[in-house]
């Protein structure tokens, strides 16, 4: 299991600078070429496991997010207007209710339309909501199985929301694909649909929407929206298309015209101000009650 330093100025356990976002790997135990992904996966079983890199711990509301448009995509919490972002408590959930964040090497392009939402991309990066048992941490980067997808349109956008549970759970054995979770965890798939209709009520938008009337697709759909992300992450990349802002600075993919080698990176974290936040420990106490 990998791991970024908990200061979370982008520096692995090893000490090597990299970009969350871009220089660890998609799959799990892959060979790589010029930092992606290249060799099929030795069964069905890991053909099924990403790398996940959590951002927000279940049960916090801090919402944390990897910076897409900085110097080696620090991990730092969102802020608006000047003010940092939490999620709001609806009850009776407590802040975020899975395990989230989101799959490197991918990227939701929002120049292209998606032919099943009709929808463009979000520009980030897969979300990912994990829903094993434990509580994981945030900068940790685990194996996760994918299970099924939600569509979620916000704005206007299309943004996936993956489902996956970590492969080292002591009940991961038990699930493969989107019934399952109905089936071991009944009310979760009804729990996240709600939770990511209602969330931004608190802040005086209306609910979201969802392509689908809502429904959770499954492990294969899912895999095929991944396949399609990571395409267009590896455009992004190799300057393919226009990213506009996103910053696209890696140390690991070499013939990406974005590479640098650690002793830039090293340079660049030095003289940049990455303004890093861990999170505010003031968690938003407030809890909110919503009418039918």
Not at 3 to 10: F, G, I, R, S, V
Not at 54 to 80: C, F, G, H, S, Y
Not at 90 to 106: E, M, R, S, V
Not at 255 to 264: A, T, Y
Request: aromatic share 10%; with cysteine.
């Amino acid at each position: 299991m990998m791991c970024l330093e908990q200061d979370l100025t982008n520096k692995n356990v090893a000490g090597h600078y990299i970009s969350p976002f871009h220089d660890i790997p998609l799959k799990v135990d892959s060979q790589e070429e010029n930092g992606i992904p290249t060799k099929r996966a030795r069964n069905d079983e890991y053909e099924n496991l990403f790398n996940m890199i959590v951002e927000v711990p279940r049960w916090t509301n801090a919402k944390m997010e990897i910076a897409t448009e900085e110097p080696l995509n620090p991990i730092k919490q969102d802020a608006k207007n000047g003010k940092l972002r939490y999620v709001a408590n609806i009850f009776p959930h407590k802040g975020y209710i899975w395990n989230y964040g989101a799959l490197p090497q991918t990227w939701e392009d929002p120049h292209r339309k998606d032919e099943s939402t009709d929808c463009c991309g979000d520009n980030d990066p897969i979300d990912v909501c994990e829903i094993g048992s434990k509580v994981l941490s945030r900068g940790e980067v685990v194996h996760v199985k994918i299970l099924g997808i939600l569509a979620l349109i916000d704005q206007g956008e299309t943004d996936w929301k993956l489902i996956a549970i970590n492969m080292n759970d002591p009940e991961a054995s038990k699930f493969h694909d989107i019934d399952d979770v109905r089936k071991y965890k009944p009310g979760y798939l009804e729990a996240t649909l709600n939770w990511f209709r209602f969330y931004k009520i608190p802040e005086g938008k209306p609910e979201n929407q969802f392509a689908f009337n809502g429904e959770f697709k499954n492990k294969a759909f899912a895999l095929e929206v991944i396949k399609s992300t990571h395409e267009c992450w590896k455009s992004l990349l190799m300057k393919k298309c226009d990213g506009g802002p996103i910053n696209c600075t890696n140390v690991q993919v070499c013939d990406s015209p974005f590479h640098c080698s650690q002793e830039e990176a090293r340079s660049l974290v030095e003289s940049v101000s990455f303004s890093l936040d861990k999170g505010s420990k003031e968690e938003d106490q407030v809890w909110h009650f919503l009418g039918k």
